[in-house]
């Protein structure tokens, strides 16, 4: 070749190898530019190429992308009329990634392209993982057998709750909340995304705490219980946490992933394997870049992405039944489960506004190998945390007996209660 052009990086004609990733994007071309030259754009600014005409030649090896598929959009009309935007699908060769460097692949795919001028908005809607590049990750360690090796439990979803308010809580009164949740029936304590190492509940001793209050449940319920502590912080200390976790005698570390950054959850998932610690994934961030339903990254690639560098549960949202906007969740969850060249799967949690009269539509939408996570749907309740967690295990074991929430309430005042107070609201 003497010299690459964007024209060189689109060939409607082209077939990708099984070896090359291909990604799906929507793109809307700026004005004046057409589809097959925003496309074009997109693949050269992702690979090799720039706006300006390139030689190539001697020590040059042709790692471009290829834009090879241009779909139109219908405008939602019903008119099957369409819209100025596409959705491409450009395919990457294996040369061009580093094999296991989740920040490369992404400087690649969504990088440089978020901000080109040529197009007003652009999505990485999608990614089809080749074996190579997918098995160059680790992949979860335990992924959902985390519900039967951790919890001995197969036949309903496991339980989650994170204290509220959910900054400011002393350790003691944090600890004294677990307690009080896990005695009701909730499997796991969580702490928040934003609560880390601060002054007014200092990492070490809630770790301590909530761990002595655990033992003291687990006791008193003869269940399994655990705690999801946010080991969140730059890499080092993250590490140095993580450490402290598996001394204590905990069988979890909770990571803000989005935050965090990916290069730094693949250090944890290397330091968690040696120690045989699962990861629970907190999302915090991601709708910055997935909340416009036409520019930045999908929650579905972000899903991928957190699979690929191995956390073994991870909110995946609450199929629009709770707080949040925009969820595919029961599309994520499918594919969270779905072969991946062998990888282990992913425990969705479902979490963001739930409580025990929304359980029967959830678990109808999500199946039951699931995490349920509530926060005001149990500390909200009208009696209290205790009660609160009484009624969410209360209406997740109606389900599994294949029960109403009403009938199970005429045996249970918690879920009566809870369901009296909130009924099968979604809240805003
Ligand atoms: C989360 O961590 O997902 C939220 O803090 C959930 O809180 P909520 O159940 O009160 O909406």
Known sequence: MAGITYEDFIDLSFEPSDADLVCTFRIDPADGMGVESAASRVASESSNGTWAALPTGEGFTDMRAMAFEIGEIDDDSGTGATTDAAEIKVAYPEGLFEPGSMPQILSCIAGNIMGMKAVDTIRLVDCEWPEGLATSFSGPQFGSSVRREIFGVDDRPILATVPKPKVGLSTERH?????????????????????????FNPFHDRL?????????????????????????????????????????????VMVDVVTTGWAA???????????????????????????LPEHGVSMRVLAQVARLVGVDQLHTGTAGLGKLANEDTVGINAWLRDDLHGLDDVLPVASGGLHPGLVPDLLDATGTNVCVQAGGGIHGHPDGTHEGAKALRAAVDAYAEDRSLESKAEESPALRAAIDEWGTETPR
Not at 225 to 251: F, P
Not at 279 to 289: D, E, L, Q, S
């Open 208 to 252: 301590v705490e909530s761990l002595a209050e655990r033992d003291r449940a687990e006791d008193e319920t003869g269940e399994p219980k655990s705690y999801l502590i946010n080991v969140t912080a730059g890499t080092n200390e993250m590490l140095e946490r993580v450490d402290q976790v598996a001394a204590e005698g905990c069988e979890y």
């Open 265 to 291: 959850v693949q250090t944890v998932r290397e330091r968690c394997e040696e120690l045989g610690l699962a990861i629970h994934a907190h999302r915090a961030m991601h709708a910055a870049f997935d909340r």
């Open 175 to 199: 600890a004294e909340v677990g307690y009080e949740a896990w005695t009701g029936g909730v499997d796991l304590l969580k702490d928040d995304e934003n609560l880390t190492d601060q002054e």
